[in-house]
């Protein structure tokens, strides 16, 4: 699979996510049916920066951790967003996780 496609998929299973809800890497990578692959949806999101359609701020890692927050602008942009939607945060990880955790469906893209 090349990697641009991949990013791709990444990116479609990502706009999905409702405003006011999180999904996790290792959940979008089992969702496109490539379970082992979480850090290279880490790469799609950190490579989506520049694309204002993609929320990569609702992507955390499985604890609820903010682990991509330092590929955002701005000291503390990924929490401020999330914040903004309704989400707590304490030491950059989301409270209540469960309450806001969005699964993917499995894809057949």
Do not use: C
Request: aromatic content about 8%; proline content about 3%; cysteine-free.
């Amino acid at each position: 699979m090349a990697e641009d496609n991949f990013f791709e998929k990444v990116y479609a299973v990502a706009r999905q996510i409702p405003y006011g809800k999180v999904t996790s890497y290792g959940a979008i990578a089992k969702a496109l049916g490539t379970a082992r692959s979480a850090r290279m949806v880490g790469w799609a999101m950190n490579a989506s920066h520049n694309m204002d359609d993609i929320p990569a701020h609702r992507v955390v890692n499985r604890k609820g951790l903010l682990t991509g927050k330092h590929h955002f602008d701005g000291t503390n942009l990924m929490q401020q967003l999330l914040e903004s939607e309704g989400i707590k945060i304490v030491d950059n990880q989301i409270i209540d996780l469960e309450k806001h955790f969005w699964q993917p469906e499995i894809s057949t893209i």
